[in-house]
T-cell receptor, first 118, second 108 residues
């Protein structure tokens, strides 16, 4: 158990809908990261938040957005869902989240949310 | 964009054998991480490397951070059935860039 929790574990929805995925980081971790894992694309970094502020952006679609709240939990919002958005979505957390090589930047992953868009 | 080439894509070995996998990149990283992922689970951090040339062990696992900072390898000795899973390398320079994974199958 990494200490990172994600809800829900599974989500089935229809095209065009909007969903919210939730992540609680490990106790004391300030950074939260979101990743998408699909069969053809592998693990892709979406976005990082550090202590409530957006820190880095990856391959995140404009239909997707995220935020980190004062209690440090984070939500990933996916809207106007398409069939191709079906994937595993992982949240990870780290104590810091800076560019330097350090154990403070090691990322620990949650169990993921499996999203199926029908 | 940055890409990692991880090889091999898959390995089928007998219990007790050693395995090696590696990652190479055209980019320099300041951290290399190795993760293992079981089906339907999140990646679990196995080893983290922070310095060029660093060699680190975790049980039967050994990983090295390449001198050029553009590559890393992971060795697993005396494999057992529970080692089955997908192993990912990840290079970090700010964000994490993941390799495509090496799927390991171990035959008892």
């Amino acid at each position: 158990d990494s200490g990172v929790t994600q809800t829900p574990k599974h989500l089935i929805t229809a095209t065009g809908q909007r969903v919210t995925l939730r992540c609680s980081p490990r106790s004391g971790d300030l950074s939260v990261y979101w990743y998408q894992q699909s069969l053809d694309q592998g693990l892709q970094f979406l976005i990082q938040y550090y202590n409530g502020e957006e820190r880095a952006k990856g391959n995140i679609l404009e239909r997707f957005s995220a935020q980190q709240f004062p209690d440090l939990h984070s939500e990933l919002n996916l809207s106007s869902l398409e069939l191709g958005d079906s994937a595993l979505y992982f949240c990870a957390s780290s104590p810091a989240g800076l560019a330097g090589g350090s154990s403070y930047n090691e990322q620990f992953f949650g169990p993921g949310t499996r999203l199926t868009v029908l | 964009g940055q890409q990692l080439n991880q090889s091999p894509q898959s390995m089928f070995i007998q219990e007790g054998e050693d395995v090696s996998m590696n990652c190479t990149s055209s980019s320099i990283f300041n951290t290399w991480l190795w993760y293992k992922q079981d089906p339907g689970e999140g990646p679990v951090l196995l080893i983290a490397l922070y310095k060029a040339g660093e060699l680190t062990s975790n049980g039967r696992l050994t990983a090295q951070f390449g001198i050029t900072r553009k590559d890393s390898f992971l060795n697993n000795s005396a494999s057992i059935p529970s080692d089955v899973g997908i192993y990912f390398c990840a290079g970090q320079l700010g964000k994490l860039i993941f390799g495509q994974g090496t799927e390991l199958s171990v035959k008892p």
